[in-house]
């Protein structure tokens, strides 16, 4: 298979926007794209006839990127879709994935259910990740005031933009946040009254949009900074979100490796987090050692 027959596609969903998932996959099936790997960031489709092809979500407790095989539920859950038409494409987190070749045909599901399990999975990645930027932005924000209140800065230009930026990405985080608290009270009254989990369509262009206005505030700094410090700022920047980046990407595709080698759950979660722990304190002694951190 050749590179012109895979295709790599940014994917940031947010947990409870299922219905996103489902949309897009149909639209790449439509185009000849079938999915393969769900990553932390893209995702990886191989080449195949175009079909038109119905996709849907199903949120499972079993379903984990760190357990090594599927478990007695997630056999269950698999027989009882294949018996109906449904045959499993794909899953990413707690999500299987399911396709059927009848567009017409909708995969029965009770939405309490449904709610119930988003809201289990939402507690277990999506709450602790965004929690901990909204503290972790609020404490760099608190630590940049601090400087410019007692002076302690040689950069009152970049500290006072600091404050700006960690602020805002503070907002950006309670925004994802609150955003989700009320997509699922929508969802329970909606459910109440008969009907099924609202689109959460609404939520994907908001956090589309606050990050842009995060790049824009970024660029506005870079932009109007004083050139002896220009390129610093940039380097300083790029080099800050490139190991995050990268800290990422390799806990992931480490987790992936000990998962396909068989390791239990326990383990794999246990190896995984002193992975990222490592590449963290390898990062901050790099970048002491290089002078990025003074």
């Known amino acids: 298979m050749g590179i012109s027959d895979t295709r790599y596609q940014l994917s940031l969903f947010a947990m409870f926007d299922y219905e996103s998932v489902e ?76 396709s059927t070749d009848n567009v017409e045909k909708n995969l029965e599901t009770d939405e309490m259910v449904r709610l119930s399990s988003i809201r289990r999975a939402m507690k277990k990645t999506f709450i602790p990740c965004w929690t901990i930027a ?12 601090a400087g410019l209140y007692t002076g302690n ?5 970049g500290t006072l933009w ?77 080099i800050y979100l490139v190991i995050l980046i990268m800290v990422v990407i390799i806990t992931n595709l480490f987790g992936s490796y000990l998962k396909l080698k068989g390791f239990s759950k326990k383990s794999n979660m246990i190896c995984s987090g002193v992975m990222c722990v490592a590449l963290i304190i390898l990062a901050l002694i790099v970048l002491k050692a290089s002078r990025f951190i003074m």
Request: charged share 25%; hydrophobic share 45%.
């Open 23 to 98: 949309n897009r996959l149909g639209k790449m099936a439509a185009k000849g794209w079938k999915i393969e790997s769900t990553g932390v960031f893209f995702w990886k489709y191989v080449r195949a006839a175009p079909k038109k092809k119905k996709y849907a979500v199903v949120f499972s407790k079993d379903t984990s990127e760190y357990n090594p095989y599927p478990t007695d539920g997630q056999h269950l859950l698999r027989k009882l879709c294949n018996d109906d038409g449904w045959e499993k494409e794909a899953e990413w987190k707690q999500m299987e994935i399911f």
């Open 134 to 145: 909204l503290v972790g932005m609020l404490f760099l924000a608190l630590q940049n005031m």
């Open 153 to 157: 800065t040689q950069d009152e230009y």
């Open 162 to 238: 600091a404050v700006i930026i960690t602020m805002y990405a503070a907002f950006v985080s309670a925004a994802v946040l609150i955003s989700y608290r009320i997509w699922l009270k929508l969802s329970e009254g909606s459910i109440r009254e008969g009907g099924k989990c609202v689109s959460a369509r609404w939520h994907r262009r908001m956090q589309d949009g606050l990050c842009i206005g995060l790049f824009i505030l970024a660029g506005v700094y870079l932009l109007g900074d004083d050139i002896s410090y220009g390129l610093s700022s940039i380097a300083y920047v790029l």
